[in-house]
């Protein structure tokens, strides 16, 4: 398996542009998670869905953030206008459909840097 | 609400020391714990988990965890020290739904 895959790898963008990052999940998992990693603030989630479905969105910042999740093989994190505060990486995990207990695979990131 | 405390956002042993990283949670429910390493500009993945089996767990690279419910701790032990150990380490905590919870990590390093 090829593990949950994130693009681009890393992005440079200016300020008040659209920015658009991708994930896909392993397949067959069932959970997918946005996290966002910075140094001030750690490791925090943003969003996640089940079955394709938004089930907690109470860490997406503000309106500039949007996640989709069209099928079950994709989903995409979008800021729409980006900020400097917004550069971070940006990590995309998955799991099967879960008790709690099931183990999350992240990807390697995508690291945004927002002039 | 579940939450995790991480000790020490540092710390620093010689190689073929004992590796102790301190994990202390929270939990209105009986948790599930995990630890998570990252390495350099990787993702984090999955060292070892607390599922309420047995409370001594063992997971890869000869980590191990030990939960004790008096203490409310999950601390993270490996008895000898390897240069690849060098990486940020996570504890976190969920209930019964999806989401982990996070501590601050540790970042250890490993001095030759």
């Known amino acids: 398996d090829a593990g949950v895959i994130q693009s681009p790898r890393h992005e440079v963008t200016e300020m008040g542009q659209e920015v658009t990052l991708r994930c896909k999940p392993i397949?067959?998992?069932?959970?997918l998670f946005w996290y966002r990693q910075t140094m001030m603030r750690g490791l925090e989630l943003l969003i996640y869905f089940n079955n394709n479905v938004p089930i907690d969105d109470s860490g997406m910042p503000e309106d500039r953030f949007s996640a989709k999740m069209p099928n079950a093989s994709f989903s995409t994190l979008k800021i729409q206008p980006s900020e400097p505060r917004d550069s971070a990486v940006y990590f995309c995990?998955?799991?099967?459909?879960?008790?709690?207990?099931?183990?999350?695979?992240f990807g390697p990131g995508t690291r945004l840097l927002v002039l | 609400a579940q939450s995790v405390t991480q000790l020490g956002s540092h710390v620093s042993v010689s190689e073929g020391a004992l590796v102790l990283l301190r994990c202390n949670y929270s939990s209105s429910v009986p948790p599930y714990l995990f630890w998570y390493v990252q390495y350099p500009n990787q993702g984090l993945q999955l060292l070892l988990k607390y599922t309420s089996a047995a409370t001594l767990v063992k997971g890869i690279n000869g980590f191990e965890a030990e939960f004790k419910k008096s203490e409310t701790s999950f601390h993270l032990t490996k008895p000898s020290a390897h240069m690849s150990d060098a990486a940020e380490y996570f504890c976190?905590?969920?209930?019964?739904?999806?989401?982990?919870?996070f501590g601050t990590g540790t970042r250890l390093t490993v001095i030759p």
């Open positions: 995990a998955s799991s099967p459909l879960t008790s709690g207990q099931e183990t999350q695979y």
């Open positions: 976190a905590v969920s209930s019964r739904v999806n989401n982990l919870f």
């Open positions: 397949s067959g998992h069932n959970s």
